[in-house]
């Protein structure tokens, strides 16, 4: 028997984009765009077109070049959004507006102080301003998952009756749990008389630790679009997994009456990806993309793998894309055959001398450490790109001394707007010495919140990726760097950080202020 289908709808540029800290350049945006066509993800929402000039550029670069999969631009149910994601969107091969207004009594009363009628009004505005630009329109209640269900009724049927093609429900606040959330998802197709003209979507937050478990729940009860992010990035504690909605259903086909055409191969590199770009780590025990979720460390559980795989796995691990991380290339390996594996691996640079320093990079790389990895040249690329993008400071050289018994201290040069500049300091390690002396040059007026290592493959010569968090006056901004020297690769990931702060953005964000 043939399966309906479950459409993939991924929101890690948008939503995902919204975790403090995870903000992407437009060239990132556009190569994580290119994994997720790659995977076969069936819409992207791109961006929030009018949050800045950099999100509608990003959305309108992805909507002129990824062709396979539907891209989306998110707008208020105000025109001046809709007319902004209808311009963003315009060159798409298809293209998918995604309109939204609270339907809750808490945010309409406090956030949007309108009335009900009010807000049925706009929602039925919005729509039909944005079926201008497109047919495939999606409206979202947002906070559904408090809202009430006579309510939510009214105002999905009128939206539907106005072109929605996609009624998203969404839990924003994480608040649901499984069986309330399905039935709710059960209750709204079952009253509101014209569900049978839209398909219904479900779009869970983390709070609770429940987003995944919300979404199949809802995707039991007849919703027929999942939107989730890449290793659940998101807004606080994030979305839906895409990995984990994706491996549960095409897993227990048993229950499930429909399943995905993603190609799952591809979620084990799309993660690296973003974990890469973002500087957001995932956790060794995080499900399908962790780094121990194929691992198996008891006797008991090994002998039984041995035996047969099914005693311990219910997936496997090249399935999703674990088998890709070959040991690919070496020392010796030349140009044309670094250009061949980049390729592969959908990296493409725009000329002769950003392959040519890159591969200067790699032989470098290649010199300290014996087998390289595809993680190893994500990383490097990552680590190329950004400090192409970073101008005002640039790390000329440090020089790092640890010693038992002694105290560590840490010199530095930077090259800031072309003047050479360079300071000591000591500090608890040779980290915190090397981050003091980069702030007696630059006295950034910022905070570190957060500092965290990770090995890019295994083995004492892997490179390590840091990423840093610097708060300044409101705004979180993460760095990162990679090297296999960890002092290096820090002080790397603090001057990025520096220079994202330099650059600035006054982004606006989508659920806040007007409407
Ligand atoms: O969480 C939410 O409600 C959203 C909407 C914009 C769909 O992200
Ligand atoms: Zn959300």
Redesign the pocket.
Known sequence: MSKEKLIIFD?TLR?GEQSPGASMTKDEKLRIAKALEKMQVDVIEAGFPVASKGDFEAVNVIAKTIKESTICG?ARAIDRDIDGAGEALAPAASARI?T?IATSPIHMQHKLRMQPDAVVEQAVKAVKRARRYTDNVEF?P??AGRSELDFLCRVIERVIDAGATTI?I?D?VGYNVPHQFGQLIHNLMERIPNADKAIFSV?C?NDLGLAVANSLSAVLHGARQV?CTINGLG?RAGNAALEEVVMAVQTRQDLFSCNTTLDATQIVPCSRLVSNITGFPVQPNKAIVGANAFAHESGIHQDGILKSRETYEIMRAQDVGWSNNRIVLGKHSGRNAFRTRLEELDIVFDSEEELNSAFARFKDLADKKHEIYDDDLQALVTDANLVAENETVQLISVKACSETGEIPTASITLLIEGEERSASATGGGPVDAAFKAIESIVNSGTELTLYSVNNVTSGTDSQGEVTTRLTHEGRVINGQGADTDIVVASVKAYVNALNKLDQGSDKGH??LGEV
């Open positions: 929101t939503d998110l995604h939204f979202s947002e906070d998203n969404p924003t779009h937050h939107e807004e989508p659920q």
